[in-house]
Structure formats: structure tokens, C-alpha cells
DNA sequence: TTGTAGGCGTTATCAA
DNA sequence: TTGATAACGCCTACAA
């Protein structure tokens, strides 16, 4: 066997034909004849020929790459599956296409790393386009992508009308939600959310204030707060409104699982029941919430396909280049389970962006 | 302002230089007068201007990127705290360095796929090296890699002494550790250990195997459980091995603190007390195991440090090619809480690859 | 269907 | 210290 070589000039020579056939039939150009093709592709497997990356962008003006890139607000909460399951339906969506998925992790340690990062990779044009992982409200690397013309999709949801994204409906999945624990007759429903300057967090706390408004309630701020996204952070923050509320709430909206989790641990450390005491709503439908006790009722949203749609959508948006924005939710069902207080299991009931809520569980009797 | 402008001539043209200048400028050349590079900096800045990537690599043969493989093994676990420090490490690791790293997973869906990252990313050279996060024994990308001469370094041992590696080494840590319980006088020490083609846990085993004989003891098969790494799959296994010995262990050395703490669950569930029933030692030194209860006794390792030194490792080897194969052992502690059932939390015994153990905690009265 | 030739934006080698 | 001038390896009209 030849050792490994490396130009397509030198395909083109041992095959007997000219660099452009070669480039054909490497670019899966129709325009070959058969026998010239068989020629070439022999060689090229024998001498195991890849084409050079650098010289194929530099002469296309693009790489077939694309980036994820998740912003160190991301990282510190890495360890939730949530994040495992977006990245692992964004990685097979680029396996699936003709795309190679690279994954760009900041930690948030230096802005000089992040430009570093953003020019190096992003403006000197080594991804094709970028994936981002970040609800952060006003993540200033929005702006400098607008600025730059620079394609990308973000996964949630952003105000701004051009940027392109992909997420469920938040406010109205918690509105959904709520409504269901309002419907089990609890009168002091709590909530903990995220971190308020995350998206996900904001309207996962508006459909809540919705749902409480839509029945004539009103929040209370002792019932509020505000907290990390991780099992600890809600565990610390469950505690602390249990200290400090004067009455304790009949039941909690969470707005994750990992951080249900948590609370449902604080409230069996207080010695109380759930759902008798303390109903529970989850957040996200993580395969986790299944082995919880009691197991979690929760909204299922679909987390790799969301992943997964993100990149779809980049690369539509790569191969159009001037179709109109990309906002695009996915539809989430309430996952009826056994901590808001329901006897029967029911994950029928669901909900899209097009169709409403529509819950059908059989009610409990309320509160215990 | 400009409109931002693209090329290296173009800032030639503006500074009134030429090219090689604006190169030099633009590469820290020390060979340009003051005036020069003042006048090309200014333009630039101006500009926006920022090198185009293919250009460059094409041009120079290097392209300043390094990737972090994760294999599809390690997907399934990616949500353990272990992964997440390597990889926040090994991050933290290529942004001090002139290098940028870049993710890539594998889900391990189909080998074509693996085929195709392999081509289009490693071979065709969109990466000057990678760092790869595999413990699998007999891996073939590392066959691969070395029968493509391409730049590597495994984090986790390998055999081969041609592969570059870093790692702790896990044989004496484990054998450490049980030798840490054997002291406490317990005489049915079991093991649960990861899945048996990786390197590490087969390793933790070996130092299990081996702190026993060098007791006058042999393993017994009843008490050795291999598992996957996962705290549900350690409960099982844990239940599991409760059911079918004939006499309950005394103690169990657990190959992560992950496991670690399924297993500390699965002993709740069934009514056992920890250490009084049976003492458990854990293996990684997650923050995690701080919050267990009773709190964890465990081998720490430099999580972090092990990423980052693969970045460093790899780096050195991308600018010293020809340097001699890298096999560097970090050191690793005995961290003695609760759970091994010393009464006196210890974390200044110390063990490294240069001074052997010296575990030096106050001892419990053995077994309760 | 095939080949020719120019260009993609840098770096690197010389010579000045 | 500077500036021409070749590469670098591939793509892509355009012509044949």
C-alpha cells in the first residue's frame, strides 16, 4: 500500500485525470462519467485521501461546521440531564445532516475569553453558524452576532423579533400547570423558579402570576423565589420559604424537575406529607421525576427534540439564507402523576402552541 | 466607521504596508517598526478586521484548535459531577493557552458517523490534536490515531507505552482504600466497581484484589459486583448483592462517589446503617459526597487538574513533537469522613504516585 | 463529460 | 525592517 496521500493533484495524477474530476467526484458532482468515477474513487480509497479542511473553506467560503455554544450560565448547571438531553438531541440532529456538530463550552471565567473565543472561532469563520444554550435575558452576544450578520439560532425563546429560536411556550405551559393544582382546590400555591435573569425562569413565573389572575387570585410575594436551577439552591430555598412564610403554602410549582427534587427532599426533611401537606409541579418531564417519591406529576416538554430542532433550524437557515424568521415552539403536555395530588396517572393530557391545555385527570379530593 | 472590512490586503492597502506586514502585525512578529505596527493596529481595530481561519491553517498547516473527544461510552454518563469537572478543567486548560478547544461527542449511534467525525474533523485536520475521553479498553480510534500519526493524549491509563496519557493511578489508590478498611478490622469487604472493559474500573479492582492478598485475603466473587457507573445502576447492584449473599458484607469500596451514593440508599432502604452495619468507601472526592448521609469517606482525585493537564499534555506535545511518550500520574488522597467509619474526619493523609499512602486517621473500634 | 486556469486569504522565503 | 512572490490545497466558472 502507498503511503497516505494527501493532495487531490495527486489523486487527479494516479488516476489519470485533471483535479477538477477529482473535485467532482470527492463533492458527489453528477457530472463524472461512471468509469471516470470508479477510477477515481479506487484511488482515493487506497491511498485513504481526505480532502484538507482549510483549503476546501477557504476555496468554498464555508466549513460544514456548526457550533453549540453554551454560555457559562449554562455551565454552572450542566450536571441537570436536562442540559444532557438538549445537547444529545442537538448532536444527533447534526449527525443526521451533512453537518459536523462542535461544541464550544465558556466558563465565564474572562470577557478576554469569550471575544478571544468569539473571534477566533466565530468572526474568523471556523463554524458556519452557531447553536446557542443560553436564556440569559440580554446575553450580549446576540447583539454582537446581529451585529456581525453572523447566522445563528438561539434555544429559547428571545424577544427581539429577527433572532431565530426554538422553545416551548414557558408562560403558557406554567399557566397550564398552575391551573391544574388551582383545580385541585389548593389556595396557597408557591412557586421557585430560576434565576431571574434567565427567560425560561421569567415566563415560567408569568404563567404562574397568569393562572392565579385567571382565578381571581393574586400572588403572594412570601410564596415567591427566585432560585438556581439546581437541587441544592432549591432545597435551600424550600426550606427558607417554609421558615418564613407565615402560613405554609398547600402546594409548590417548581420550575424544573432537578429542583422539584430538591424540594420534595426539604419537605419530607420537614416531616411534611406530598402531596397530603404539600402538593408538588414539576418542570421539564426528566425520566428522574419517575423515581421520585411520591413520583413527581410534571410538564414533559421535549428536551432533545428541542436540541434537535435548534440545529434543524440553523441549517435551514444556513442553506436560506433569507427566509424569514425562525420562531418555532414545541408542543408540552402536563405530565399528571402522583405529587399534585391525582390518584390516577394520566400523560394524555396535553397541550401545543396551536391547541390550548386541555387537562383530564381525575381530580383528588382536594387537599387532605 | 467602515463598512467592516475582510482581508489582510485590504489593511495593507489602508496602512499603506504591504501584506507581509500586516501578517507580521497581525502574528506578534517582533520584526516591524513602531510606526509600522501602530499604523496596522489602528487599521484594524477600525476594521473589525479578524484573519480569515482556512486561510490561515491553509497557509501555516496548523489551525490552533485541539478537540475533547467524549466518546460514546461516556455519554451515558455524562451527568455525573466527574465529567463535568474534567471537562471544566480541560476548558479552563485551553483557554490559558494560545489553543482553542473544541467539544466533540459521539453518541455512538452508528459507526458511520464516528467514521465521518473521524474524516472530516481529525483526518482532513479541522484539529491540529485531540484529548479524548475514553476509558474503554482496546478503543479503535487510538489504533486509529497512532496508525494516522496524529497528535493524542488519553485521559485515563493505557497499555500501549507509545500513548500518550495522564491519570491517577487508580490500582494503588484502590488498593489504599481497602487497605484503609481492612485497618478498621472489617473482614467482608465487597466491591462495586464500573462496567469491566474500562480501564479504570478493572483497575480499582485489581488495587482491591490486591490490598486483600496483600492482607492474606482473597475476593470473594459474591461480594464483587461490576456495575455501570450510574447511581441507579449501583442501587441495583447494591440490593442486588444484599439478596444473594449468603453473609452480608461489613464494608464496600464503591468506584465512584456517584455509585457511592446509590449505594449508600440502597443500605437505607433495607434497613442497614452506615458504617455501624456496613462501612462504605467511595472513589472521586465529589463535592457531592459532602452532603451524603453519613458523609462520604472517599478517594479524592484531581478532577479538574486531570482535564486540564490532558489539555496541557496535548499542547506540549503539539509544540515538542518529538519529545518522549507522556505518561503523567496525578496524585490522589484518602479522604476520610464518616462512612469508613472513623470517628475523626482526616484529610490530610496523603497518597502520590512518588510517596505511597500513608493513611493516618484515628481509628473506630472496627465493627460496631 | 472533461480539462484549464484563476482565485480563495494567509504564511513563509527571499532579497532588498 | 520591509516588500515581492511563491506556495498552501481546493473550488468553480469557463472553455473545449
Redesign the interface.
Known amino acids: 500500500m502507498e503511503p497516505?496521500v494527501t493532495t487531490l493533484e495527486e489523486i487527479a495524477t494516479l488516476a489519470g485525470v485533471s483535479r477538477s474530476t477529482v473535485s467532482r467526484v470527492v463533492n458527489g458532482d453528477p457530472r463524472v462519467s461512471a468509469a471516470a468515477r470508479e477510477r477515481v474513487e479506487a484511488v482515493i480509497s487506497e491511498c485513504?485521501y481526505?480532502?484538507?479542511?482549510?483549503?476546501?473553506?477557504?476555496a468554498s467560503r464555508r466549513?460544514?461546521?456548526i457550533?453549540l455554544l453554551i454560555s457559562p450560565s449554562v455551565?454552572v448547571i450542566?450536571?441537570?440531564?436536562f442540559f444532557?438531553q438538549l445537547?444529545?438531541g442537538a448532536?444527533?440532529a447534526g449527525?443526521d445532516s451533512d453537518y459536523?456538530?462542535?461544541?464550544?463550552?465558556?466558563?465565564g471565567?474572562?470577557p478576554h475569553?469569550a471575544d478571544?473565543?468569539y473571534?477566533?472561532?466565530i468572526?474568523?469563520?471556523?463554524v458556519d453558524g452557531v447553536v446557542i444554550l443560553s436564556s440569559v435575558v440580554e446575553d450580549p452576544i446576540v447583539a454582537r452576532l446581529q451585529g456581525?450578520n453572523f447566522p445563528f439560532v438561539l434555544i429559547g425563546r428571545h424577544p427581539h423579533h429577527t433572532v431565530n429560536f426554538v422553545d416551548i411556550d414557558n408562560r403558557s405551559a406554567a399557566t397550564t400547570a398552575v391551573a391544574h393544582l388551582l383545580q385541585h382546590g389548593y389556595r396557597r400555591i408557591g412557586i421557585i423558579t430560576g434565576p431571574a435573569n434567565m427567560i425560561a425562569s421569567i415566563d415560567r413565573y408569568a404563567g404562574y402570576v397568569n393562572a392565579l389572575q385567571e382565578a381571581g387570585r393574586v400572588p403572594d410575594p412570601a410564596l415567591t423565589v427566585y432560585s438556581d436551577f439546581t437541587r441544592?439552591g432549591a432545597y435551600r430555598a424550600m426550606s427558607h420559604l417554609l421558615d418564613r412564610a407565615s402560613e405554609p403554602p398547600d402546594a409548590m410549582f417548581v420550575a424544573s424537575d432537578t429542583m422539584a427534587s430538591g424540594v420534595l427532599q426539604a419537605l419530607r426533611d420537614q416531616g411534611l406529607r406530598v402531596p397530603e401537606d404539600v402538593a408538588v409541579m414539576g418542570f421539564d418531564g426528566l425520566d428522574e421525576a419517575l423515581?421520585s417519591q411520591p413520583i413527581l406529576s410534571t410538564v414533559f416538554q421535549p428536551i432533545r427534540e428541542l436540541g434537535a430542532e435548534g440545529v434543524r433550524a440553523l441549517i435551514e437557515l444556513l442553506e436560506h439564507p433569507d427566509s424569514a424568521p425562525i420562531h418555532r415552539f414545541l408542543p408540552y403536555r402536563l405530565q399528571i402523576r402522583r405529587s399534585c395530588g391525582c390518584v390516577e396517572e394520566n400523560s394524555a393530557c396535553s397541550a401545543n402552541p396551536e391547541g390550548g391545555a386541555a387537562a383530564s385527570a381525575s381530580w383528588a379530593r382536594g387537599r387532605a
Chains 1, 2 share one sequence.
Open positions: 497516505d485513504h481526505v480532502p484538507n479542511a482549510a483549503a476546501r473553506s477557504l466549513t460544514r461546521i457550533g455551565g450542566l450536571t441537570d440531564p444532557n445537547i444529545e448532536v444527533r449527525n459536523i456538530l462542535t461544541i464550544l463550552m465558556e466558563t471565567d474572562s475569553t478571544r473565543i473571534q477566533r472561532f468572526r474568523s469563520r471556523h456581525d441544592r423515581v
